[in-house]
């Protein structure tokens, strides 16, 4: 049994609190957030009492921190905690610079604690099914990998002004999905980007519709393909070719159920966005830190995965930026 602190309790920070709470292995043992209705509605449904986050990082009792507050103040939360010796659960990115990112590494490792990042869709059953057949060899030597991942609509601009960049924001969950499928580096990124969708966000100096290709050292190729708009609902779909056959993971649809008639086959919409569609993979990857922090197992993903996706996406900011390709070592 384990206590966990929550710092953010915003709109992942809620489903993170309720599985915290929920499972039979650890204890809510705080809440942080400095608007109190978000802190409030979670502790009302958990019991778990509302502190500040200097409180909860300074209580020796609590064994761990899992970081849900806004990106900019992720790195930081990263150093106190680690400072104070409680094992991390951040979430993605772990900051918006790469050099920042490194301070902070060096810093845990110092410390010596568990440092997990909330790359969620490694705990998809889904995707992880697919993983672990491309491990097992069903699908032989990875030559192709394709990663589509379109959400239903743009977040407003003034999230996007704050938000790094699609590639950094958005991508980022398909870097580090793409390492974890190729088994290998990527070496070398080319990104195109444009602002189909909305203009505002071409005008806020983002893009809204982007594709990335990367190669590994052994000559292996990913495509990334993402939107800010998928008219369907949330797209998230994998395809790994490999010289065995072909390995994917389609759409998750509301329901199994179809229509079929004389103008063709209908079925219903795909699950909207993360919260619905990503729902287990949240609860697989908090089972995960805890089985990291009570069992010692061995954490995945960590702060070094953090680190190489971040460099991937910003080798594909300078790549569309650039009109180049961009090597990453
Ligand atoms: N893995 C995923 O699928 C996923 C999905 C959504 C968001 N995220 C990441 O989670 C983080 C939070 O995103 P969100 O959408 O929940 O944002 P949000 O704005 O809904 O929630 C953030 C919360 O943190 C609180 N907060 C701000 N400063 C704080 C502080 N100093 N101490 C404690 N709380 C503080 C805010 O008041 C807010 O309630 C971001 O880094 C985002 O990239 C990841």
Excluded: W
Aim: overall charge negative; proline content about 5%.
């Amino acid at each position: 049994m384990i206590s966990i602190a929550l710092l953010g309790a915003g709109r992942i920070g809620q489903i993170h609190g309720r599985t915290i709470a929920a499972s039979k292995r650890a204890k809510l043992a705080g809440i942080a957030d400095p608007m109190p209705d978000g802190a409030n509605a979670l502790s009302a449904a958990t019991g778990a009492p509302v502190r500040t986050a200097e409180e909860l990082i300074a209580d020796r009792s609590i064994d761990a921190v899992l970081i849900a507050t806004p990106t900019d103040t992720h790195a930081d939360f990263i150093d106190k905690a680690a400072a104070a010796g409680k094992a991390v659960l951040c979430e993605k990115p772990v900051d918006m610079s790469s050099a920042r990112i490194r301070e902070t590494l060096a810093r845990v490792e110092k410390a010596g604690v568990k440092l997990m990042i909330g790359f969620n869709r490694r705990f998809d059953p889904n995707f992880a099914a697919l993983q672990r057949r491309l491990a097992e060899g069903v699908a032989g030597n990875v030559e192709l990998v394709t990663i589509l991942s379109r959400d239903p609509a743009p977040p407003p601009v003034s999230y996007i002004e704050r938000s790094g960049g699609l590639y950094r924001d958005m991508m980022i969950h398909d870097f580090d999905m793409a390492r974890f499928l190729l088994g290998e580096e990527p070496i070398e990124v080319y990104a195109v980007g444009s602002a189909l969708v909305e203009p505002a966000i071409g005008k806020a100096g983002d893009v809204d519709t982007a594709a990335v290709l990367m190669k590994t050292a052994s000559g292996k190729i990913c495509h990334i393909s993402n939107s800010r708009r998928a008219t369907y609902g949330y797209d998230q779909r994998i395809e790994v070719h490999g010289s065995k056959g072909l390995l994917s993971a389609a759409n998750v649809h509301e329901t199994t159920v179809s229509f079929a008639g004389v103008q063709g086959f209908t079925a219903d919409p795909v699950q909207n966005f993360f919260l619905e569609r990503y729902a287990a993979a949240y609860r697989n990857e908090v089972e995960a830190f805890i089985d990291a922090v009570v069992d010692g197992k061995t954490i995945a993903p960590n702060g070094h995965d953090g680190l190489c996706a971040q460099m991937l996406a910003d080798a594909a900011t300078e790549s569309r930026e650039t009109g180049k390709p961009v090597k990453v070592s």
